[in-house]
């Protein structure tokens, strides 16, 4: 029987891994169906907590509501002004895609700096502070909130991919893009609507964040590295291995705060990080040549 300590610890190593997986998700799958790893990703994060803590700003929307808009922004803008560079991106080498996603990255750091400076900015709503009380244990509302949008997003994504005709669609261009395109899928419409989806789902972790973190032009940094961390753990590609990713860079940076010092949990989860791919090089769920073989 755990000790409520520990019950406790469990519960917020959980809760931050939920946070991870949404944060990650997105990545992993324009990864695993265009074999592109976006350096941009946790830019779009950052834009997406300006875009929240603006909407709050400016007219008071509540930064949840803000999504309704952030979000659909985002897909439209991925489906139409950079539909031509998703594409071009996906037939280039791939050390062109490293430094033109790294160029992207770079340049909408500096434009969010331009725009609003560098200063720390942050959203203090009404229920910032409100605990759920189950039992002994108290949850924070934000992070529950998180949990249950991670809990939608990766059942949703898993029906959505496994059930659907596009999901199928998508994952035999994945495996295969050149029988996919002899049994007359649209693979640059595949790729687009991935990328966007993809894309999206990093722009609605950028929301849930904005009530919980503070955002300045530098902030997707530490996010892109924790998804980055998340999915080469969980195996490149795998979007279950991005959930057991994600709760274990949680619980290790929980108890390794409680138990060592805060200060030492970014050391202590590369550590574990460095060991699994010792020990398992293509991550916790993936295979050898996964990188090769499309989503799982």
């Known amino acids: ?77 991925c489906m139409t002004v950079l539909r031509p560079f998703v594409l071009w991106l996906v037939g280039s080498p791939p050390l062109v895609q490293v430094f033109a996603t790294l160029g992207l990255s770079v340049a909408l750091q500096n434009l969010a700096l331009v725009l609003w400076g560098g200063n720390y900015r942050s959203v203090q709503m009404p229920y910032s502070g409100t605990l759920l009380h189950v039992g002994a244990l108290q949850i924070p509302l934000t992070r529950f909130v998180v949990f249950v949008v991670a809990l939608a997003v990766v059942t949703g994504l898993h029906l959505f991919l496994k059930h659907s005709y596009f999901g199928k669609a998508v994952r035999a261009t994945a495996q295969n893009r050149r029988t996919a395109l002899l049994m007359g899928i649209d693979a640059d419409r595949i790729y687009v609507l991935v990328f966007a989806l993809g894309v999206s789902i990093a722009a609605l972790s950028g929301v849930l964040l904005m009530p919980i973190y503070t955002v300045y032009p530098g902030s997707g ?76």
């Open 1 to 77: 029987m755990l000790s409520p300590e520990i019950l406790s610890l469990v519960v917020s190593g959980v809760l931050l891994g939920a946070l991870y997986i949404v944060v990650s998700i997105g990545l992993s799958l324009i990864f695993g169906v265009m074999r592109v790893m976006n350096f941009a990703h946790g830019e779009v994060i950052m834009l997406s907590m300006y875009g929240a803590y603006w909407a709050h700003e400016a007219g008071g929307v509540d930064p949840y509501l803000a999504g309704l808009v952030v979000v659909p922004v985002v897909f439209l803008l």
């Open 221 to 296: 940094f530490q996010f892109a590295m924790i998804a980055f961390v998340v999915v080469v753990l969980g195996g490149l590609g795998s979007l279950p291995g991005v959930v057991l990713g994600g709760l274990l860079i949680g619980l290790v940076e929980v108890f390794s705060g409680y138990f060592i010092a805060p200060s030492m949990t970014q050391i202590v989860y590369f550590a574990v990080f460095i060991l699994v791919l010792i020990l398992r090089p293509a991550g916790l769920l993936g295979q050898r040549g996964a990188e090769e073989l499309g989503l799982k």
